[in-house]
């Protein structure tokens, strides 16, 4: 079974800061990783993801997130954060072949103060 | 997002009473999902199809059932509801794992 833990449940930033999201993944075998935002009263929407290729991607709003194998990883960046990232960030990770079944990490709320 | 909706928004209803949530996605996609959201505890997978009438069980199925008798609709129903199913439940659809997720834009199930 796979499992995704996200370190950090609560940052506080002030506008202009830079952000790092951490995000590691229990899988032996292929995946998917994704990330979400989830604005508040709304939904989940995609920000990005990873399914092969260049282990940097980029994904709307100039956020970007990095797979590192190595450390089972896929933390969400980016350089400078506005008041309107307030929000709650999930990441995701899905087994390849696997009927695209994805397992959520338990979130974490950025609010960014103006 | 246009191609899903979920149907009721809001709904109250009481214990031992059953309950179905609709999903109805017009993207002609293979994979639909059902998701529950609680604080502290991210989004867990209840059912999901992987066709019509192709379904299986998530991680938290006990006391739900799902139906797709459509590739458009997927039915969640509440056998007989209870307190520890107040939630807030989000249906999701995908063309290819890969893809990621489009998500409905949730019920908030209360059950008092």
């Known amino acids: 079974a796979q499992s995704v833990s996200q370190h950090n449940h609560h940052v506080i930033l002030s506008e202009a800061a830079s952000l790092e999201l951490g995000c590691n993944y229990s899988y032996g075998g292929t995946v998917n990783l994704f990330w979400y935002v989830q604005y508040p009263g709304q939904h989940l929407q995609l920000l990005l993801k990873y399914f092969s290729g260049d282990p940097l991607v980029k994904g709307i709003k100039g956020f970007e997130a990095e797979f590192i194998k190595s450390k089972f990883s896929f933390n969400l960046r980016k350089p400078s954060v506005q008041w309107s990232d307030t929000a709650e960030y999930f990441c995701a990770v899905n087994a390849v072949n696997n009927a695209g079944k994805s397992t959520f990490g338990d979130g974490t709320t950025l609010t960014v103060k103006p | 997002d246009a191609g899903i909706t979920q149907s009721p928004r809001h709904k109250v209803t009481e214990t031992g009473t059953p309950v179905t949530l609709r999903c109805h996605q017009t993207e002609n996609h293979r994979y639909m999902y059902w998701y529950r959201q609680d604080p502290g505890h991210g989004l867990r997978l209840i059912h999901y199809s992987y066709g019509v009438k192709d379904t299986d069980k998530g991680e938290v199925s006990d006391g739900y059932s799902v139906s797709r008798s459509k590739t458009e609709d997927f039915l969640l129903t509440l056998e007989s509801a209870t307190s520890s199913q107040t939630s807030v439940y989000f249906c999701?659809?995908?063309?290819?794992?890969?893809?990621?997720?489009?998500f409905g834009s949730g019920t908030r199930l209360t059950v008092v």
């Open positions: 999701a659809i995908s063309e290819r794992g890969k893809d990621g997720y489009t």
